[in-house]
């Protein structure tokens, strides 16, 4: 019964494909071999590569780039889970080394400072899947449009503050459940205020869901952050500064991952959310200036 | 009628269910030990195997999981579940269950850039080839006697393998809009240990 291998790459079905192996599940920024390490000891579904997690972005300021590609091939050498690793906004160049390096998902990510303030990556042209932030439906429309077989909530990295990916979570499900309840007379309208693919935006109203697999992300720093997301209606969490930035990494990686298995489950949460020691130190969102707010990159 | 599972833990959960209600059989979520009673079968779906090990050994499942097997539960493990499963890895982690008497490769195929489709003859599934979908999958590299190849790609590279009430593939059928595998792992599941 041996079928010949037609290899059949880098399609829709394999690249949205992996996003769905990865529900349920936490994806965490490390910066070295060993974070990394422990990330995947912890049970992390994934890692994100890269120098600095984002609260050290922030406090560093001036121009964040793609990581050195060593530090990256020496992170994908360490694990076996999925290696992720962020371009700037519209920098397909970064993209394709990413890609050349072996990286399983790029993050076309408002953390780093954009390349291009018009224009997105064109993701169609890539056999590496790509995960983009959204704060609204039609964001992450424009980003599946491009080519995104993953979405994540954008919420402000580094602030160690949930409220904003709460927000973009909220907006974004809400959306869904309004267009699932029009008549299809009205999506046409809807597409156009959305500036979203008509398309898609049939696509979802027909299924009642994203086409790709949504995360949370930006500000989750405790086991409840996570669980909070999940009861939200998330699909899984990415956690940035959230775990290395805490008194002790080892112990909330742990917590945070139970957290994400059993975010309906109180009393697990109650039990993982003894003994953490100090979750990181926050940030008041409605403090920052607008040119601070990672958020705002991007459209 | 036959009472399936699926394991709860992490990965493409729900594609699983949503398969399982268009052929008319309910489904329930495993997480933990006291959710595998009164089951006939179980599968472990496609995901991080990694981390779906070690958060078998965490929530403590490993041992009620090998009993209840022992005692007649039936098990499909798709992708990463097809690792969990396994006697052995031809690397040092994960530490699968040992239900299984085959040696996997995990990504066999390489990395996420690798990932592919193409068309299955599968022994068993009659009618058209299953259309299959592997993501950084595994590969199984040795069988003990007593395990049937049902299905290969290119030469000597199974994909699809059976031992009595155990069946491992390395795709995800769950990911298609084709029930015959799940069909197949019902009829075993519903059919006396």
Known sequence: ?299 | MASIGVLAIQGDVLEHRKMLDSIGIESSEVRLPEHLDDLDGLIIPGGESTTIVQLIDIYELRTPLVDKVNEGLAVWGTCAGMIVIAKNLNDKRPNPLGLMDIEVSRNAFGRQIDSFETDLDIHGIDGPPMHAIFIRAPLVTQIGSGVEILAEVGEGKPVAVKQNRLLATSFHPELTADSRMHSMFVDIAHSTP
């Not at chain 1, 990394?36 to 922030?58: C, Y």
């Not at chain 1, 959306?175 to 046409?188: A, C, S, T, V, Y």
């Not at chain 1, 993982?272 to 200036?289: E, F, W």
Request: contains cysteine.
């Open chain 1, 1 to 299: 019964m041996a079928t010949e291998i037609k290899p059949n790459t880098g399609t829709w079905a394999v690249k949205s494909g992996l996003a769905q192996m990865l529900k349920g599940g936490v994806i965490m920024d490390v910066v070295t071999p060993d974070q990394a390490k422990i990330a995947e000891n912890a049970g992390a579904v994934a890692v994100m590569a890269l120098e600095r997690v984002p609260s050290d972005i922030r406090a560093a300021g001036g121009v964040a780039r793609m990581s050195d590609p060593q530090m990256i091939a020496e992170i994908i050498e360490s694990v076996t889970i999925p290696v992720m690793a962020k371009a700037r906004i519209g920098h397909f160049v970064e993209a394709q080394v990413l890609e050349a390096l072996g990286t399983d998902y790029i993050d076309e990510s408002e953390v780093l400072t954009p390349a291009d303030e018009n224009n997105h990556i064109n993701k169609h042209d890539f056999s590496v899947p790509f995960v983009c932030g959204a704060r609204d439906l039609g964001e992450a429309l424009r980003r599946i449009g491009e080519g995104a077989a993953m979405i994540r909530t954008k919420g402000e990295a580094g602030s160690g503050n949930i409220v904003e990916a709460v927000r973009h979570a909220r907006k974004v499900l809400g959306q869904i459940n309004h267009i699932k309840g029009m008549e299809i007379d009205e999506l046409m309208a809807t597409a156009r205020d959305l500036k979203a693919p008509y398309e898609l935006v049939k696509e979802i109203h027909e299924t009642g869901s994203l086409p790709v697999v949504n995360f949370a992300a930006g500000g989750i720093s405790t086991p409840s952050d996570a669980a909070l997301m999940m009861q939200i209606g998330v699909d899984g969490v990415f956690v940035g500064s959230g775990i290395f930035k805490s008194e002790n990494p080892q112990i909330m990686a742990d917590a945070i991952v139970k957290a994400t298995t059993h975010y309906k489950d109180p009393e697990m949460l109650a039990s993982v959310s003894k003994g953490l020691g100090a979750s990181m130190p926050g940030l008041d969102v409605r403090n920052m200036p607008e040119s601070e707010q990672f958020a705002t990159r991007g459209w």
